[in-house]
């Protein structure tokens, strides 16, 4: 399985700043995608980032509020932006799997984010 | 749509005992089904899968089966240790959904010695 990095790995931010989280993997992958993870919930997609195209976002998710880059094959970028305490989430990415096992998620270890 | 319906927690059970954790599913397509478990203060890491109907998926001592005639993915353990304490997490994948996983809300499990 690939290895996936993320950068912060935990964060405090004042409310209506920004903050860019960074997924690096170590191969190149055709899918990454990204989660939020509320305190003590379930983990919930933001959004689908393909190389080369636009993200594709989930409902109750917008770009203006999540911004996401895909520049090339190993690399993408999250940012919250203009936060607000009810953002205070671990945010994960994830990539799929080499084919033919494109169905399976391996998972960054997430970022940590509490905004005050 | 899509979704998965897992036992509410917490679990708590003493080392040694056997666990079980219910999850059941609705899908319109073929879905590839999953667990995983999130230490705490970690990540999640694939526990195991099985992307069709009757697959046993096992890992670590742990196992479900794909029913598709009950349309479920219980999870398994016949003797568990202090350091199974975890969240555990259903999901499903859905080729026609791009992919994506559709979580259960997770079951948290504490092991005592």
């Known amino acids: 399985s690939a290895v996936i990095s993320q950068k912060p790995s935990r964060d405090i931010c004042q409310r209506g700043t920004s903050l860019t989280i960074q997924c690096q993997v170590d191969?190149?992958?055709?899918?990454m995608f990204w989660y939020r993870q509320q305190p003590g919930q379930s983990l919930t997609l933001i959004a689908t980032?393909?190389?080369?195209?636009?993200?594709?976002?989930e409902s109750g998710f917008v770009i203006d509020k999540f911004p996401i880059s895909r520049p090339n094959l190993t690399f993408s970028t999250l940012t919250v932006s203009n936060m607000s305490p009810e953002d205070s989430s671990i945010y994960l990415c994830?990539?799929?799997?080499?084919?033919?096992?494109?169905?399976?998620?391996?998972f960054g270890p997430g970022t940590r984010l509490l905004v005050l | 749509g899509d979704s998965v319906t897992q036992m509410e927690g917490p679990v708590t059970l003493s080392e040694e005992a056997f666990l079980t954790i219910n999850c059941t599913y609705t899908?319109?397509?073929?879905?590839?089904l999953f667990w995983y478990v999130q230490y705490p203060g970690e990540g999640l890491q694939l526990l195991l899968k099985?992307?069709?109907?009757?697959d046993k998926g096992s890992n670590k001592g742990f196992e479900a089966t794909y029913r598709k005639e009950t349309t479920s993915f219980h999870l398994e353990k016949g003797s568990v240790q202090v350091s199974d304490s975890a969240v555990y997490f259903c999901?499903?994948?859905?080729?026609?959904?791009?992919?994506?996983?559709?979580f259960g809300k997770g079951t948290s499990l504490l092991v005592t010695p």
């Open positions: 994830s990539v799929d799997g080499a084919d033919p096992h494109q169905e399976t998620q391996y």
């Open positions: 191969s190149q992958v055709t899918m």
């Open positions: 980032a393909n190389q080369g195209s636009e993200a594709t976002y």
């Open positions: 899908a319109t397509g073929y879905p590839s």
């Open positions: 099985a992307t069709k109907a009757d």
């Open positions: 999901a499903l994948s859905d080729p026609g959904s791009g992919y994506a996983l559709n």
